[in-house]
Antibody
Framework: EVYLVESGGGLVQPGGSLRLSCAAS????????MNWVRQAPGKGLEWVSY????????YYGDSVKGRFTISRDNAKNSLYLQMNSLRAEDTAVYYC??????????????WGQGTLVTVSS | DIQMTQSPSSLSASVGDRVTITCRTG??????LNWYQQKPGKAPKLLIF???SLQSGVPSRFSGSGFGTDFTLTISSLQPEDFATYYC??????????FGQGTKVEIK
């Protein structure tokens, strides 16, 4: 069975840093692109970042560009999100999600259970 | 960025009802449209990908349709376990891959 498990969330002060991890199992991690998606309390879903299987292609949402860095270690079956200069509006549950792609479609499945990041003084 | 308009934002329905949720995009996205179900405190779960393909293990009462800019998620006969929030997502071309605002399906 395919599993994604996030960790690393917690309480951090504004301006601080945090590194999230996502451990993958049950599939050949090195052959799949991955994403981070977040959800602020009581709000909808916001795509955050994408990384290709070989890390050659990376994208960020405008709200995190220049502050967050996505990376992966295929040898460790792990995805990461380094978050710097955190703001109150970054408070959210952060999910990692595998990307599946065909010539005519792209979708996210599965998703991890999420890890909560709270930015507050 | 591709704008998403999902409607309604919420609806009340009874068990057995037919429920329809719509998603409209600001430009044509072919069939790069997915639907997810999210229950409180849980991660989103994929229901439909590529506008109309049913994810393995998802009950056949869920169906999706549409192409271009207008898409629909239909639940043919609402069951108690279907009360949740539903999101559409476009994954056309390069990111950002945006989500609709969500539709909360509540018990009447």
């Amino acid at each position: 069975e395919v599993y994604l498990v996030e960790s690393g969330g917690g309480l951090v002060q504004p301006g601080g840093s945090l590194r999230l991890s996502c451990a993958a199992s049950g599939f050949t991690f090195s052959t799949y692109s991955m994403n981070w998606v977040r959800q602020a309390p009581g709000k909808g879903l916001e795509w955050v970042s994408y990384i290709s299987s070989s890390s050659n292609t990376i994208y960020y949402g405008d709200s995190v560009k220049g502050r967050f860095t996505i990376s992966r270690d295929n040898a460790k079956n792990s995805l990461y999100l380094q978050m710097n200069s955190l703001r109150a509006e970054d408070t959210a549950v952060y999910y990692c999600a595998r990307a599946l792609v065909t010539t005519t479609a792209r979708w996210f499945d599965p998703w991890g259970q999420g890890t909560l990041v709270t930015v507050s003084s | 960025d591709i704008q998403m308009t999902q409607s309604p934002s919420s609806l009340s329905a009874s068990v057995g009802d037919r429920v329809t949720i719509t998603c409209r995009t600001g430009q044509s996205i072919s069939k790069y449209l997915n639907w997810y179900q999210q229950k409180p405190g849980k991660a989103p779960k994929l229901l439909i990908f590529a506008a109309s393909s049913l994810q393995s293990g998802v009950p056949s009462r869920f169906s999706g349709s549409g192409f271009g800019t207008d898409f629909t998620l239909t639940i043919s006969s609402l069951q108690p376990e279907d009360f949740a929030t539903y999101y559409c997502q476009q994954t056309y071309s390069t990111p950002p891959w945006t989500f609709g605002q969500g539709t909360k399906v509540e018990i009447k």
